[in-house]
Every structure is written in C-alpha cells, then in structure tokens.
C-alpha cells in the first residue's frame, strides 16, 4: 500500500491542525493505521492508532484530549486532528499502516506496521 500524508505546517501554539493520510494499492480496510512523529535529534514516537474498522484507537499519553484519529474507508484516508498544540507538537509525522489480522488491534509499536508515508511537517511557534 502506498501512502501520502498532508496538511502539515506552521501554526501558533494553541492552534489547530488536520493531518489527512490518502493510502492506494491495497483494501484499506485491512490494516489498522497509525500516527508516529520524530522531532530533530530524537526518536519516532508512536501518536495515535486506530484499528480496522475504527471502533478502537490509542493515543499516546503526552496528546490524549488534544488529538483525535480517525478514518474514511470509503476515502482510504485516515485523520488526525489536532488542537491545542504545543511547541513541544513540532516534529515531521507520519503515517503507516498494519496489515493486522486481529480486528482491534491498534498498535502503539512501530515495529508492527508494515507499510509508512513520506511524513509531514508540522511546527508549533510559540
């Protein structure tokens, strides 16, 4: 499966953002997708995950009631909202996708996911 993400940029901190990822080439209402950011010098973080059918998601601790995931299986796309971002939010995100034969899994591990996006920029001024 091939995956673009968009709709990175630069915003003030307090702001918003919606993260869209657009997957092609495969059913993708087989893998479970999620989220991961790497900010300069540090490593990739898990962010967000949702699983198949979108009833199950994770999120990691530092953006639980700021950001929420979700997904379009009619649009293969899968989302990520984000309010009230913080400057410590700046990192290139990415999106990857789980071929996962267990309906609810959601992954928090990057090491689970199979197929990754090209990433994108987003930057919190304060």
């Known amino acids: 499966v091939q995956l673009q993400a968009s709709g990175g940029g630069l915003v003030q901190a307090g702001g918003s953002l919606r993260l869209s990822c657009a997957a092609s080439?495969?059913?993708?209402?087989?893998?479970?997708m999620g989220w991961f950011r790497q900010a300069p010098g540090k490593e990739r973080e898990f962010v967000a995950s949702?699983?198949?059918?979108?009833?199950?998601?994770e999120y990691a601790d530092s953006v639980k009631g700021r950001f929420t995931i979700s997904r379009e299986n009619a649009k293969n796309t899968v989302y990520l909202q984000m309010n009230s971002l913080k400057p410590e939010d700046t990192a290139v995100y990415y999106c990857?996708?789980?071929?996962?034969?267990?309906?609810?899994?959601?992954?928090?591990?990057?090491?689970?996911?199979?197929?990754w996006g090209q990433g994108t920029q987003v930057t919190v001024s304060s």
């Open positions: 949702i699983n198949r059918s979108g009833g199950n998601t």
């Open positions: 990857a996708a789980d071929r996962t034969t267990w309906a609810s899994m959601a992954s928090t591990r990057p090491g689970h996911y199979d197929y």
């Open positions: 080439g495969r059913t993708f209402s087989n893998y479970a």
